[in-house]
Structure formats: C-alpha cells, structure tokens
C-alpha cells in the first residue's frame, strides 16, 4: 500500500495541482491531507474542492480553525489572510456549495490513527503535534534545543506520528535527533526502524520554509516514508497574491526562496 501524504496547501492552487499530477505517475492507493489546506494563499475555494475531490480524508490545521473560528495568535499578514479567506467563502454565490465547503472544514477532525502503510501499523496524524494537534510547533532545532519537550511528544507516539505545521520536511527520531531529507539520501528515503519511534513532517505543498521553493509531500510505503519535491509556477502564485490587498506581498516574495 502507497500513501500520499500532504500538509500545509495554504491556498496555493498553483502547487496543489502540480502535486496531484505528480502523484498520478506514481502507483498511489490513498492520498491524505493533514491540515491548513487554507489560508496565506489566493485559491482556498479551488484548494478545498480539490482536496474533497481527491484526497481519502483531511484535518484540521490552524489556518483552517481560523477560518471556521477565529485567528487566534496571528501575526498582522496572516490574521489579514485569514479574515480575506472568510471573505471569499462567504461570498459565494451558490448556497449548495457554500455550504458543502462551510461543513467540509467544520467536519475535520484534529488527529486520525490508521494503517497508512498497509503493513498493520497503526500511524497517528495531526497538523501539529501529538500533545496538541493544531497549534504546537516542533522545530527541527528542538531535537538539540529542547529535548524534553520531545521526549514529552514522543510519549504520546506507539510507533510513527505524521505532522505538519511548520513547513519544514524531516524525520525526528527520540533519540532524540532530526534528519532532513538532505541527510538521509539522495533518494530521499527513511527507513523505519521497528523498535525506534518517529515523528515524520511531510513538509509543505503551498509553502515551503526549508530553503527549497518546490512543493513537498511525502509517500509511505511499508517500512518507509519518501520525500518527494514538485517543481510548479512560483510566480503565478505570487503574482496572484499580490494582486490582492489584503494578502501582504511578502506571502508571494517568500515562496520564491522556500523560507
């Protein structure tokens, strides 16, 4: 069993679509996404068709809790997004799909637990972290930097977790340690180790903060988990955001430079 795993869209129609032409070509059973399908980009209407119509189910990232509720410690340019992507919902003008799109996104659930791998392990999946699913971040310095707050995240993983969240694509082992697609191999595949835990961050479809500006998912199969980078038209995005006011110009300039 192959799984396409996807996080952190963020309203860039742009890369999404690169991305599911991709995962075409490439033999795939299921396709998941782990939340923030919105907010930050121009196209949530399009993203959140687009992930009904292709992926096997989807959670509840922070930008979409914002979305459906309120921003809750925003910065200025993304609590602006956040208010312009209601915006956009709103004011659609066909009530059936207003509403599908409305009750889709208040319908998401924060984690899942199944057998993604089809080996009989069971993977938890949220947007964030296993102690809080929707709003705390674990960097890849906290491997180093703050150990007890890994082993405290670790505690509440059997075996694998999948997160998303900070855009930044890696393993974290409890170790503890964290490995970027760039240390692990050129491929870039990570084998799972049966009595060692890990904590997968896919990385980011729509925004990508490792440096590296192409589209990132992940592909599980049993044993491993592959990163895969999508190359897709940066400036189409970008051009689109910034002709919007209320979406800053720096949400387009950043995806230029993945940060």
């Known amino acids: 069993m192959r799984t396409a795993v996807l996080s952190d869209i963020h309203g860039n129609a742009v890369a999404l679509k690169a991305v599911l032409e991709d995962i075409k070509t490439r033999d795939i059973d299921k396709i998941v996404c782990l939340g923030d399908i919105i907010g930050y980009g121009p196209d949530p209407l399009e993203c959140v068709d687009l992930v009904q119509e292709h992926c096997d189910w989807a959670l509840m ?13 925003f910065n200025a340019p993304a609590e602006s997004a956040a208010y312009w992507t209601r915006e956009q919902f709103d004011a659609e003008p066909d009530e059936a799909a207003r509403t599908r799109r409305f009750e889709f996104l208040g319908s998401l659930r924060v984690r899942a637990v199944e057998d ?111 990163f895969v980078r999508v190359e897709y038209d940066i400036k189409a995005t970008a051009d689109k955001i910034k002709s919007i006011p209320e979406l800053h110009d720096w949400l387009g300039d950043r995806l230029f430079e993945g940060r």
């Open 116 to 226: 993604l791998m089809g080996d009989g392990t069971k993977i938890l999946s949220v947007h964030a972290s296993p102690r809080r699913p929707i709003n705390e971040y674990i960097f890849p310095e906290d491997a180093s930097d703050a150990p007890d707050k890994l082993e405290a995240i670790f505690d509440r993983v059997e075996h694998i977790a999948l997160v998303g969240h900070t855009h930044q694509p890696g393993v974290f082992s409890n170790e503890p340690d964290f490995y970027p697609p760039s240390e692990i191999g050129s491929d870039p595949v990570f084998k799972f180790i049966d009595d060692e835990k890990a904590v997968v961050n896919v990385g980011s479809v729509g925004q990508p903060r490792d440096h590296d500006p192409r589209a990132c998912y992940t592909i599980l199969s049993p044993g491993q988990v592959e």
């Open 61 to 73: 990232g922070n930008h979409d809790f914002a979305v459906v509720y309120e921003p809750t410690n």
